[in-house]
């Protein structure tokens, strides 16, 4: 098979969002200049997304165009509010950040995109539109966060990003961090440059070349106004947030980090003196991290500064009230020019929406952006994942709802850790060990184990003392942002943990043993140097940042550490050997370790260097327990780094790689490499679990994907011809529930095919979703607010290679009985060239198959059915045949011979419903032959006998299939009737026979008989007007010398 082939297949599987809809970080927000509703926001790893209802709900609208998911800033241009640009790439450049590829550009309100250069800058702080002129725009760029690069500073475009020109640039190790214009003369606009770098050990915020610089050209000249009066007197500057005020001339607003000197200032004069107005220290926390001011545009003394909280002064800078907002952690503020109580800002939990000047926000419960770094799989059925979000706290999600749709409320948080592993007990779902570092009290390398009985948390913490980053002196242990933790597949009750050593504990954390040296390279120059000057600060380093266990030899570890070293014991931690590759460059992160479950001494490591500003992938194999190692990356993309790796459980030739832009597969062990594109989107891919024939991604940006069956991919690898079928992995037989069947997302109620948004799936159950029509003309329902389920059926994969003229699927059971078809010719499928993904609802054929209203088939019981799939063109046909496998969903508790009776009791009502449905055909094609006659016999003598005759036996005709209906009837025109058709009657009694798995009450065998008996009468009736009446009628119409007809 060709690699193209492949590639089709790989890109037309399906992936789905489970969520959760709990936002990520946010820095960008925009909003439309005149139309109220509208606003925009970029998620720091989750691209850019739009609202038009003011933050109800949210839609992406970047997918498919950026090639990066980082956003840094937003623009709308005022004049023409079509034309939008987007730089990517964060600039508040925190411990785990994403970057971008330069400028995107709308003309047409986010509908599609176009890459418009700065490719290099890799992190843009502010974007500013000239308010008359929408191709008059201008770039602050940070520049690579992780070492110097020259294409950084101020830009300017006139012609809408067709070229550009730097009219601002300091040297290669100092950018633009903030950009502010005057409204009211765009000419003058102040930069801040901002010297600072960070690497996996620490942060330099600061530097002499950090000040701020003026232009009253549109940015032919600038001027360096850091020393003007009333500026902090201070060698070394911070970061520093400017913002000229749109009220009032010549003020501008500052915040500035500074080694003396820290604060808020005002100008009043653009920036050619300074006051000082405050300096508490809640103001200026973290400013690498905040450190974003905003002044009101109507009212010259209030003022905006956003950090750990959000806050405001009224009083020129003086005082600040805390304004509540969804969620802390404040980056990005957009406030209408004409209106300043309409307002957008964006924080660690997302972007929400004020009208009323912040006395209520939208939600943030509405936007899949979740940032997670790990993700963790349970034994459950339906199996949960679990997942820590950046600055939300760890969650345990569903992989699928018996609603329908997996809503919030089916979620749960296992405690408050934002950052590290997190793995249930394997014996006990209840019980969730989950790393807290950052979002816990104590101190040490928090560690939480949850108890979902009693939703408490405890702290089973290795050595929880609190230790000060500043102090310069190294803790008794060092523990990685994202520690890992592990519990032994060996033992249940064996949980690990790695600092910079290894720790073991028996007793579910009561106590703790150290099973390791330190296995990092524990360079106290990397640790323990710390400047107490202003800004610079180290990050926890040489850490143990990846772990794996041996599935096939109990005590075989091997661990990665963040400075780049590999360890290996084979007798749990009695001895160490260092396995390190020796083309693995030091300081290199060994992100993920990943050991074969196919052979005991092969593994496989991805790393990468991104923090030394090399962006490159790394991927290493060994087949000898890492005495030597590999590089398999030669085919792979160059511009991307490496998160993390997954070994097929079923194929070893098969690995997952995650990088910081989506998924690549290969399935010839490294040789090549396949994009994962299809419907995932752009977005880091932190980790990756397998479970089953799944497999679930936990992305930095874009919450948890799954894709349910991969058993797609690992048949690739086999012989297959030019037209094929994938068999599916085997299917679990989960019924709706029956308020979903009958009433929600899966009935035919007007409700769901109606125009707008709809706010529940059915009752009880609140979810935000739309309905609309793809190309091919079916249904397809976008959850606004709620993961996506699986489909209600088994999905069939098949290749189609060129032109057909007709293709038909037909499902059959073990005997070989039919259970369902399906054809093109009759519009049942639609298929494409190239891959194609077919849903069989797992249901027979309906009673009348095609009827609008006709009750679906009963549900296949579980067991092995037969694919057969054929492709007609021109006189060739050619068959292909799979396998499909049911099996009963495990929490049902009915037998196989409750679930039969069920079945055949369906069955009994289809077949009757069918026998309706057929005569009612027949009287209806009676009574227009009847009228027929009647209108040729006009000219007749005995017209008046014939008619007279005629119409009361089609009144006769009309009472019997009153009494037996016709399908389609809503709810309201069945209770405006005198009596219940006998086919709605039938179809009313399936809900209650099939509303679940279980075995038929008896009273719904009661009530079938009562209604076969009473169809039985009915049709009897029938049978003696067509017998004997329409005879009759055919003999009188022969004896009057009318034509003879055949009526039956």
């Not at 952690?329 to 004020?354: F, Q, Y």
């Not at 140097?529 to 180290?538: C, F, L, P, R, Y």
């Not at 057929?918 to 006009?938: L, P, Q």
């Amino acid at each position: 098979m060709n690699s193209s082939v492949k590639d089709n297949v790989i890109n037309n599987l399906h992936w789905r969002c489970i969520g959760p809809a709990r936002g990520g970080r946010v820095l960008a927000v925009a909003g439309h200049p005149t139309n109220i509703a509208e606003f925009y926001f970029g998620a720091c790893a989750g691209g850019v997304w739009k609202t038009n209802d003011a933050g109800i709900s949210w839609h992406n609208i970047s997918d498919g165009y950026f090639e990066s998911a980082s956003v840094g800033a937003i623009a709308v241009s005022d004049s023409d509010p079509n034309v939008i640009y987007v730089g990517t790439g964060e600039s508040c450049i925190r411990g785990n950040l994403s970057y971008g590829d330069g400028v995107y550009k709308t003309t047409d309100g986010g509908r599609t995109w176009k890459n418009i250069g700065l490719k290099d800058t890799k992190h843009i702080s502010k974007i500013r539109i000239d308010p008359n002129n929408a191709d008059l725009v201008y770039v602050a760029a940070l520049g690579h966060a992780f070492g110097p690069n020259d294409e950084r500073g101020v830009f300017r475009s006139s012609d809408g990003g067709e070229n550009w020109e730097k009219v601002l640039f300091v040297s290669n190790k100092t950018g633009a961090v903030d950009l502010s214009m005057d409204t009211n003369n765009p000419r003058i606009m102040m930069a801040s440059m901002y010297q600072v770098q960070r690497s996996f050990w620490t942060i330099e915020s600061g530097g002499e070349e950090t000040g701020i610089y003026i232009t009253r050209d549109g940015g032919d000249n600038w001027e360096n106004i850091s020393e003007n009066t009333g500026l902090p007197n201070s060698d070394i500057k911070g970061k520093i947030g400017l913002a000229i005020s749109p009220a009032k001339e010549g003020r501008v607003w500052a915040i500035i980090e500074a080694q003396n000197g820290s604060g808020v200032y005002r100008s009043e004069d653009y920036g050619a003196s300074w006051e000082l107005t405050a300096d508490e220290p809640h103001l200026l926390g973290r400013p690498w991290y905040y450190h974003h001011i905003y002044a009101d545009p109507s009212n010259a003394d209030t003022v905006w500064i956003l950090n750990l909280l959000c806050l405001k002064s009224i009083d020129g800078g003086k005082t600040f009230d805390h304004v509540t907002v969804p969620h802390n952690d404040n980056h990005g503020l957009w406030i209408d020019p004409n209106d300043s109580k309409r307002m957008i800002e964006g924080n660690d939990g997302g972007a929400c929406v004020t009208l009323n000047g912040g006395e209520s926000w939208s939600t943030i419960y509405n936007q899949k952006t979740s940032q997670f770094y790990h993700v963790h799989v349970d034994n459950q059925f339906p199996y949960r994942v679990y997942g820590t979000q950046q600055d939300n706290g760890a969650i345990s999600v569903p992989s699928r709802s018996d609603k329908g749709i997996i809503p919030f409320m089916d979620t749960y948080s296992p405690g408050s850790s934002e950052s590290g592993w997190i793995v249930s007990d394997p014996d006990d779902p209840n019980i969730v060990y989950s790393g807290a570092i950052g979002s816990s009290p104590g101190g040490g390398g928090a560690l939480y184990k949850y108890d979902h009985t009693n939703e408490q948390s405890k702290l089973i913490t290795v050595w929880p003392v609190m230790h000060a980053k500043k102090s310069g002196e190294p803790s008794k242990y060092r523990f990685n942002w994202t520690y890992p933790i592990f519990i032994s597949s060996h033992d249940s009750k064996t949980l690990y943990v790695a600092g910079n050593k290894v720790f073991k504990s028996i007793n579910e954390g009561q106590s703790w043993t150290e099973i390791s040296p330190d296995l990092t390279r524990n360079d106290m120059t990397k640790i323990g140097n710390i400047d107490k000057t202003a800004g610079v600060e180290n990050d926890d380093y040489c850490t143990i940042f990846s772990f794996a266990e041996s599935v096939h030899e109990k005590g075989v570890i091997w661990t990665g550490s963040d400075d780049g070293l590999v360890h290996i014991t084979y007798n749990e931690g009695e001895t160490w050997n260092n396995i390190t590759p020796v083309d693995l460059p030091e300081w290199s992160r060994v992100q993920t370790i990943d050991l074969s479950h196919h052979d005991k001494s092969t593994a496989y490591l991805v790393a990468t260097r991104y923090k030394l500003d090399e962006y490159h992938p790394m991927i290493f194999k060994t087949t000898d327990y890492g005495k030597t190692w590999t590089r398999i990356d030669k085919s792979f993309p160059n511009n991307e780094i490496t998160r993390s790796i997954r070994i097929d459980l079923k194929d070893p030739n098969i690995l997952y790689v995650g990088t910081e832009t989506g998924l690549y597969i290969t399935l010839d062990d490294g040789k090549e490499w396949f994009r994962a594109n299809s419907n995932l989107p752009v977005v880091p891919v932190y980790d990756i679990a397998i479970k089953n024939d799944s497999i679930v991604l936990a992305t930095n940006g874009r919450s948890f994907w799954i894709l349910d069956d991969i058993s797609a991919i690992q048949q690739l690898n086999g012989n297959l011809s030019n037209d094929f079928l994938l068999n599916p992995a085997f299917s679990y037989r989960i019924k709706p529930n029956s308020i979903q069947k009958f009433i929600g997302l899966h009935s035919k109620m007007d409700m769901f095919e109606s125009i707008g948004k709809k706010y529940m799936v059915s009752l009880g159950y609140p979810a935000m979703f739309e309905t609309r029509k793809n190309e091919k003309g079916e249904k397809v329902t976008t959850m606004l607010d709620s993961g996506e389920n699986p489909p209600d059926g088994v999905p069939i994969y098949f290749y189609i290679d060129k032109k057909i003229d007709d293709v038909s699927i037909s499902i059959t059971d073990s005997k070989g009985n039919l259970v369902r078809d399906y054809s093109t010719l009759n519009n049942s499928m639609q298929i494409k060239i190239g891959t194609n993904r077919f849903i069989w609802d797992m249901n027979h054929n309906g009673a009348v198959p095609n009827e609008v209203g006709s009750p679906p088939g009963p549900m296949a019981l579980a067991g092995d059915y037969n694919i057969e799939l054929k492709i007609k063109r021109g006189e060739t046909e050619t068959s292909l045949s799979g396998l499909i496998k049911l099996i009963k969903d495990p929490r049902t508790k009915a037998t196989d011979s409750d679930l039969k009776e069920q079945f055949d009791l369906l069955s009994s009502i289809n077949n009757k419903y069918a026998e309706l449905s057929k005569h009612v055909k027949v009287v209806k094609i009676n009574k227009a032959e009847i009228s027929d006659w009647i209108s040729r016999a006009e000219s007749n003598k005995n017209y008046d006998v014939i008619k007279k005759t005629g119409d009361k036996i089609i009144d006769a005709l009309n009472e019997i299939e009153n009494l037996i209906g016709s399908a389609g009837l809503g709810i309201g025109a069945l209770m405006s009737l005198p009596e219940i058709p006998l086919a709605s009657k039938l179809t009313g009694l399936i809900p209650v026979v099939d509303g679940t798995d279980t075995k038929p009450t008896e009273q719904s065998f009661g009530v079938f008989e009562e209604i076969n008996e009473r169809v039985d009468e009915v049709l009897e009736k029938l049978r003696y007007f067509q017998e004997v009446d329409l005879i009759d009628f055919q003999e009188l119409v022969e004896k009057n010398n009318v034509p003879r007809l055949n009526i039956n």
